[in-house]
């Protein structure tokens, strides 16, 4: 993950507490820490990209580092694994979909909220901006595990849908057959449905078209009105 500077004060500089009438000025960021900072960015951006167009088994820590153009030991003084390359590309997905979250309406029901985030994910998705992993991986699964940034970031995404699920499951909008986890899993596989990239190849719907579909049948299921 990224490095963040820490000020450091000398034992001659003068304490706050010696000090009278003055102000501490702005942190400065050396020029060095801006640049291994931007390196880091452009990293994870690409990792992002190659995991949305060629899924985590077959992207490689080679293809990453030629597509930010620096050597593939200068990546690893960032992320020792393609793993962590991985994980780092979920973070930033997660904080995306955490300001997406922010940006809806409070004022909307539950069920809305829902076919909102939903949307957001698969047009995400055909952006070719939603990373895909493998669901059965013990190293991956272990390095996300690992990861505190993802795990704190995927706990709040997933507590705040799984809110507005028990709301729509308590106002009649969902079933209570239906277990919340198995409601929430459900959401979640939008992210990584094959069914756009099917329709988008039959040329015959556009984006929005094919995810309004998705959506309908999602939350609709397939029976005849």
């Not at 000020?7 to 010696?18: D, G, M, W």
Request: aromatic share 6%; charged share 20%; glycine share 4%.
């Amino acid at each position: 993950m990224s490095s963040h500077p820490i000020a450091v004060v000398s034992k001659s500089a003068p304490t706050p507490a010696k000090t009278s009438g003055l102000k501490a000025g702005p942190v400065r960021v050396s020029f060095k820490t801006q640049m291994l900072k931007a390196r880091e960015e452009a990293i994870i951006q690409a990792a992002n990209r190659l995991l949305a167009e060629k899924g985590f088994d077959l992207m490689t820590v080679d293809q990453v580092a030629a597509d930010v153009g620096i050597a593939k030991a200068s990546l690893y003084k960032h992320f020792p694994s393609k793993e962590d390359l991985a994980a780092a590309a979920m973070v930033r997905v997660l904080g995306r979909a955490r300001a997406f979250l922010d940006s809806l309406p409070a004022a909307v029901g539950p069920l809305d909220q829902l076919k909102a985030v939903v949307r957001w994910m698969m047009q995400t998705r055909l952006a070719g901006d939603m990373p895909s992993l493998p669901s059965q991986n013990s190293i991956l699964r272990a390095a996300l595990m690992r990861n505190k940034a993802y795990l704190d970031a995927l706990m709040e995404v997933s507590d705040r849908i799984g809110a507005w699920i028990e709301q729509a499951r308590q106002d009649g909008s969902l079933s209570l057959a239906l277990p919340p986890v198995l409601v929430l899993y459900t959401l979640y596989a939008r992210a990584c449905d094959p069914v756009l990239e099917f329709m988008r190849a039959s040329g015959q719907y556009s984006d929005e078209e094919i995810v309004e579909l998705v959506i309908t049948t999602c939350f609709e299921g397939l029976k005849a009105v």
